[in-house]
């Protein structure tokens, strides 16, 4: 089978069908490059920068150093403040795609057609992808629940054959891939893709610290819970001491406040941002308050390496595969 010449790999000019997944604070522009040098593509959040103007700065080294294909993950609910000046410098600026999560993506949509960007769009279950495709999406990226970050419900062997009967454009898997022979696997599911995240946070050119990446190593599937309390979102993250003291469940009064209709937006921005800030902080420095974001695809990293390694290790398994 030509990698080349599955859907994604076509749509975005690339060798290799991937997008290297946006990950909240571990994504950066030295691994977008690297990602691109190797054929695939990259996504970066545009959270990870704290200002529109550091966005905007971005981007535009991007444009000048990336040797392909670029993406921006924007949050497009109400708890992103920032989400209509980030998505006008998105559309001045340019990228080649846009994946939009945890909201209505209809706004995003029309204003990036409008200057010739993608948008591929998070989608967990048939009706919002049927939703989804109305409004003009370019692709569905299936979030199943092996996916690091905020997972779905349904296995990818559940997810993948439903969208692509009851959806027309491109369905790119997400969540729970991390070797060659996974990939074929998926492909024959009828995929048109992948979008790969955990397995490169263990990366050289991530700019996380080297507790982070050497957890990555260490743990495994097993080791993945989902907590709500990062978030307000079922979020995964790897069970280490701290985690296990702390919970994974939000308190009563987290919970009462979650569903008040008046106080919901302001107490999930909030959560959000509280949350935010403890995974910014452990992410680039050990601390006794450890939590780091991960998905069972961990179970098939065995070292730190560059994302090129990590890149010709899944076409080596791929071809080897048959």
């Given amino acids: ?4 010449k599955i859907k994604l790999a076509q749509m975005l ?8 997944a946006p990950m909240f604070l571990v994504s950066n522009i030295a691994m977008l490059k690297a990602a691109a040098d190797s054929g695939i593509t990259g996504a970066i959040p545009a959270l990870n920068f704290r200002t529109v103007d550091e966005l905007r700065k971005a981007l535009e080294e991007m444009k000048a150093t990336v040797n392909g294909p670029v993406g ?22 340019g990228v080649d795609y846009i994946i939009t999560s945890l909201g209505s993506p209809e706004e995003t949509i029309k204003k990036a057609h409008q200057h010739g960007i993608k948008v591929f769009c998070d989608v967990t279950d048939v009706k919002y992808a049927k939703k989804v495709e109305s409004l003009g999406a370019d692709a569905l990226i299936a979030v199943n629940k092996e996916a690091g970050g905020h997972a779905g419900n349904l296995s990818y062997k559940e997810l993948i054959p439903l969208l692509k009967e009851n959806c027309s454009i491109p369905v790119i898997s997400a969540g729970g891939v991390a070797t060659g022979e996974q990939m074929k696997e998926i492909l024959e599911l009828g995929a048109d893709g992948f979008s790969m995240g955990s397995i490169f946070i263990a990366s050289n050119e991530a700019g996380v610290s080297d507790e982070y990446k050497q957890a990555i190593v260490d743990y495994g599937a097993k080791d993945i819970v989902m907590t709500t309390k990062l978030s307000g979102t079922p979020c995964t993250v790897i069970n280490t001491p701290y985690v296990e ?7 009563w009064l987290e919970r009462i406040l979650n569903k008040n209709k008046k106080l919901k937006k302001w107490f999930k921005a909030f ?43 899944l076409k080596e398994e791929f071809h080897a595969a048959g």
């Avoid at 000019?13 to 290297?20: A, D, G, L, S, V």
């Avoid at 949050?75 to 600026?93: G, H, M, R």
């Avoid at 065995?302 to 990590?310: F, L, M, N, Q, Y």
Wanted: hydrophobic share 40%.
């Fill in 1 to 4: 089978m030509d990698l080349s």
């Fill in 13 to 20: 000019n690339i060798e290799m069908p991937i997008i290297m």
């Fill in 72 to 93: 921006i993950n924007l949050i497009v609910n109400k708890s992103n403040f920032l989400y209509k000046e980030q998505l006008d410098v998105l559309c001045e600026v």
């Fill in 245 to 251: 003291k702390i919970g994974t469940q939000q308190n």
């Fill in 271 to 313: 959560t959000f941002y509280k949350g935010m800030k403890k995974l910014r902080s452990a992410a680039f420095s050990a601390t006794y308050k450890t939590v780091w974001c991960a998905g069972p695809s961990i179970e098939h990293v065995h070292k730190v390496e560059p994302v090129a390694g990590i890149v010709n290790r």
